[in-house]
């Protein structure tokens, strides 16, 4: 729903030496059945980076402070993989990344399958310093299990089909108190996606819903 969503368009690499350009191809996101697919897969020989994907976001047209938000979703699986779901904020309050905060409620690494991660990032706890927790789940990329953060003046928490498995105590003093947008995307590699499979060929991150309570 272009009304809520755009398309990020950039070979950018996300600032963590990704190796895919995200597109507004048909081919790398699509609706089909009622569900969301977005798909990384090789890019053509001679592009700028070697994987194509593709990356949504509500900014400029959704902003949320505290709420409740979930995205039910089957992740793609194949070593370098990196979905994510995650927020950003609208307006850099504090300054540059990480001092006005980066809320990530899913991320996902094909390199260790099935472990998801939940992360806070603000300053002097940002990248492999970052505040955050990780709960070993079953077949995250073969079933749809839902993936949720509840943000409130107090509090963080992450939530695996509601199960509690991090809790983070916000305050007045940190940058979760302002407005963030939605973001959901699967990186190729990177930092934190790691190696790639050389014989990775696609793989599809499939998006039920995303729902935000307030």
């Not at 995250?140 to 949720?148: L, R």
Request: overall charge negative; hydrophobic content about 35%.
């Amino acid at each position: 729903d272009t009304n809520k969503w755009n398309y990020e368009v950039n070979c950018a690499g996300g600032g963590n030496n990704e190796k895919q350009c995200y597109t507004a191809d048909s081919a790398n996101s699509y609706v089909a059945d009622g569900m969301l697919n977005i798909v990384a897969k090789p890019a053509a020989e001679g592009a700028e980076k070697p994987y194509t994907s593709a990356r949504i976001t509500t900014r400029k047209k959704a902003d949320f402070k505290y709420g409740r938000f979930e995205m039910r979703a089957k992740l793609p699986s194949g070593q370098g993989s990196w979905p994510a779901f995650w927020m950003m904020p609208t307006d850099s309050v504090y300054g540059g990344w990480p001092r006005s905060g980066e809320i990530d409620i899913m991320e996902h690494v094909g390199n260790n399958p099935n472990r998801i991660y939940g992360t806070l990032h603000h300053p002097n706890h940002s990248g492999g310093n970052a505040d955050g927790g990780n709960i070993l789940i079953q077949n995250a990329a073969t079933e749809f299990h839902v993936y949720a953060t509840e943000w409130s003046p107090t509090s963080i928490n992450f939530y695996v089909d509601n199960q509690l498995y991090y809790t983070f105590a916000n305050s007045a003093s940190l940058p979760f108190n302002n407005n963030f947008f939605l973001i959901v995307n699967c990186a190729m590699g990177g930092n934190f996606g790691g190696a790639i499979d050389p014989n990775f060929t696609s793989s599809s991150f499939e998006v039920d819903y995303i729902r935000v309570f307030q």
